[in-house]
């Protein structure tokens, strides 16, 4: 969780110079993020709420929870309400990419934090982490706990955001090396922590011999 955490920190602290670079000395900055049910999302609007009340803006923090219609209305509100600017963590890769230009034709500039969508040059910036090399380390760090051989199983995060992909992958990368750690199953949990349990508990009834889990 620390380490999520820096990433949220890192890249409001990124946004913050690119918002002020801009003149504008006020007015209501519009902060969308996936679910602040879960912890991480939940920090993310807060800190970049805190970055941009000290920036001088107005701030509201809304959740589109996944769904690109909620995601699309909450655009609409925001270009409705004369925002300056938009901070958005996308509902998914391609499907938010309506959502952005709607914005981005009412003039409003959309700033992306913690995933991306497929096109480039529509938002001001897609801030993320490296997470092919991140989950590599962490793969590492992971045998290194684990050990080099027994059965694992991972969990998968939310198909339609590159994120998910890219992580697995990255652990691909590493764990492939190791040629007695056998994935005995993989299953998607979305990064609902509730499905995560579900199933988890599914795949231990399943794999009662496996060592570990890895989840990205």
Known sequence: MFKKGMRVLLA???VAPLLFSTAWADG???????????????????????????LGYTATVA???????????????????????IILDPANADGSVGAVK????????VFLVNAEINQEGLAKAQLVSNNA?????????W??????????????????????????NGYETVLTQYPD????????????????????????QANPDIVAVISG
Do not use: C
């Open 102 to 109: 709607k914005a981005v034709a009412a003039g409003i500039p």
């Open 133 to 141: 090399q991140g989950a590599a380390l962490g793969a590492q760090q």
């Open 28 to 54: 209501l900055m519009t902060i969308i993020v996936n679910d602040p049910a879960n912890p991480y999302w939940f920090t993310e609007g807060e800190v970049a709420k805190a970055t941009a009340e000290k």
């Open 63 to 85: 959740a589109h929870k996944g769904d690109t219609n909620v995601e699309s209305n909450l655009i609409d509100t925001a270009i409705t309400n004369k925002s300056v600017a």
């Open 143 to 168: 045998v290194e706990a684990v050990g080099d051989k027994g059965k694992y199983v991972e969990l998968f995060g939310n198909p339609a955001d590159n994120n998910a992909a890219t992580r697995s």
């Open 12 to 14: 409001a602290a990124a």
């Open 181 to 204: 750690l056998v994935k005995a199953a993989k299953e998607v949990a979305d990064w609902d922590r509730t499905k995560g349990h579900d199933k988890m508990q599914s795949m231990l």
